[in-house]
């Protein structure tokens, strides 16, 4: 990567931090393009928030090189934070202030931004904008928080985790926001361990585990990279006991097979031939199929094919 391109909102290189006899991250190299939405993906504890954090300006790295709209933390941190929209995994905010008092306290942080009352309209919170936040919904709190990120107009905003802990309705709302977000041209950087939420939001993707990146790019390139476009699961009687993968991995269309809890994973060129190849090799050894079910490839089958692991079991 370039030592520096006005392009880059991010620029990472190296990143390492440990905490005692854990290395949290690990050599991280990301670069992030004005303009996209890039996701970290990953379990928790893959080391997401950790490297947010440490773009965030609000933690410092062992080491490594971090560049925030071309601008360093270390000389230019007042600047930097005129210009960042931060929404914590955790934002604790005053439970007696109201919504309209807090979007304005956090208005008077930035010499220039965007109107209270705009921001509160944006994110869905006129009707709320006098209640305290002690009577809002989880939703309504994620919402206000990202409130306070925008409030100061920022060019780089940092989403860490925005949805977790949300009903699926509450999540959904959330999507459409980032997604008018996005639509304005602003650069977002997420950390989520929900595949959907990085398919749906993201440009491109970096998925971690153990605090390295393990594999970058669009959704659609991680996911053809994995070679079947199409995962069959299925369960046998007995547990399968007998049932010899390698079989399994020579039936027309079939890239790989995993078995996980007695149920069968294959990832499939074209499920519409290995499905019929499948239930015919089935009842030829008189195997009972109990459970049979496909789905096209998303990221998690991106992550359980380069560790093993379902993102979910963590």
């Known amino acids: 990567?370039?030592?520096?391109?006005?392009?880059?909102?991010?620029?990472?290189?190296?990143?390492?931090?440990?905490?005692?006899?854990?290395?949290?991250?690990?050599?991280?190299?990301?670069?992030?393009?004005?303009?996209?939405?890039?996701?970290?993906?990953?379990?928790?504890?893959?080391?997401?928030?950790?490297?947010?954090?440490?773009?965030?300006?609000?933690?410092?790295?062992?080491?490594?090189?971090?560049?925030?709209?071309?601008?360093?933390?270390?000389?230019?941190?007042?600047?930097?934070?005129?210009?960042?929209?931060?929404?914590l995994q955790d934002t604790q905010l005053s439970e007696k202030l109201t919504v309209e008092e807090t979007v304005r306290l956090f208005r008077s942080f930035y010499h220039r931004g965007l109107a209270v009352e705009d921001v509160i309209a944006l994110m869905q919170l006129e009707e709320k904008r006098k209640a305290r936040l002690s009577a809002l919904s989880g939703g309504q709190r994620q919402r206000l928080a990202m409130a306070c990120a925008l409030v100061g107009d920022p060019e780089l905003l940092f989403l860490d985790e925005p949805t977790t802990g949300l009903d699926p309705q509450a999540r959904r709302q959330l999507w459409e926001l980032i997604d008018a977000l996005k639509r304005e041209g602003r650069t977002i950087v997420l950390t989520t361990h929900y595949m959907e939420e990085a398919e749906r939001l993201c440009d491109r993707v970096a998925i971690m585990d153990y605090g390295r990146i393990i594999a970058l790019g669009t959704p659609a390139e991680l996911i053809a990279s994995i070679g079947g476009g199409h995962v069959v699961e299925f369960s046998v009687d007995g547990g399968g006991a007998g049932l010899d993968p390698g079989e399994l991995a020579a039936l027309e269309g079939v890239r790989s097979v995993r078995r996980n809890n007695g149920r069968y994973e294959l990832q499939v060129t074209d499920w519409h031939r290995a499905v019929p190849c499948l239930l015919a090799a089935m009842v030829q050894r008189r195997i009972p199929v109990s459970e049979l079910r496909t789905h096209s490839a998303t990221l998690e089958d991106v992550f359980v094919t380069l560790t093993g692991r379902h993102l979910r079991d963590e």
């Not at 520096?4 to 991010?10: E, F, G, I, Q, T």
């Not at 490297?51 to 360093?72: F, M, R």
């Open 1 to 87: 990567m370039p030592a520096h391109s006005p392009k880059l909102a991010l620029r990472v290189e190296g990143l390492r931090k440990t905490y005692k006899d854990v290395v949290a991250v690990d050599g991280v190299d990301l670069a992030v393009q004005a303009g996209e939405c890039f996701g970290l993906l990953g379990p928790n504890g893959a080391g997401k928030t950790t490297t947010i954090e440490i773009c965030e300006g609000l933690l410092e790295p062992d080491a490594g090189v971090v560049e925030v709209l071309g601008l360093s933390w270390r000389n230019s941190a007042r600047q930097l934070r005129q210009r960042l929209g931060v929404q």
